[in-house]
Nanobody, 131 residues
Framework: VLLEESGGGSVQAGGSLRLSCVASGYRYSSHCMAWFRQTPGQEREEREGGSAIDSNGVTDYLDSVKGRFTISKDNAKNILYLQMDKLKPDDTAKYFC???????????????????????WGQGTQVTVSS
């Protein structure tokens, strides 16, 4: 299974970016997906689960990104998206997509702290927001 993120970059505060995560050897339709972010100095287990979507398309968001970020997936193309609008400097981080089974989208946002061996992770894409 390979998850590959793209779409990161540098943007000014208030701007937008759309991240994509393409999966090889994995079917999005039957599992949960999530986007996490990690800042320098954080351990892998401290990655912040900002957005998640379950197999039924139900979504859940961290309060600080709610209303600004939108997670979605294209099951036919096996692509996960994260539309990020009204970006803030505090959103600066390396963003990772992840896939695994979950009880709910809210549960999916806790995968990093659970550090379960069955969770698949991408290599990440950097997002930098300047003020």
């Amino acid at each position: 299974v390979l998850l590959e993120e793209s779409g990161g970059g540098s943007v000014q505060a208030g701007g937008s970016l759309r991240l994509s995560c393409v999966a090889s050897g994995y079917r999005y339709s039957s599992h949960c997906m999530a986007w996490f972010r990690q800042t320098p100095g954080q351990e892998r287990e401290e990655r912040e689960g900002g957005s998640a979507i379950d197999s039924n398309g139900v979504t859940d968001y961290l309060d600080s990104v709610k209303g600004r970020f939108t997670i979605s997936k294209d099951n036919a193309k096996n692509i996960l998206y994260l539309q990020m609008d009204k970006l803030k400097p505090d959103d600066t981080a390396k963003y990772f997509c992840a896939a695994d089974w979950c009880w709910s989208a809210q549960h999916a946002r806790t995968w990093a702290s659970e550090n379960a061996p069955g969770t698949y992770w991408g290599q990440g894409t950097q997002v930098t927001v300047s003020s």
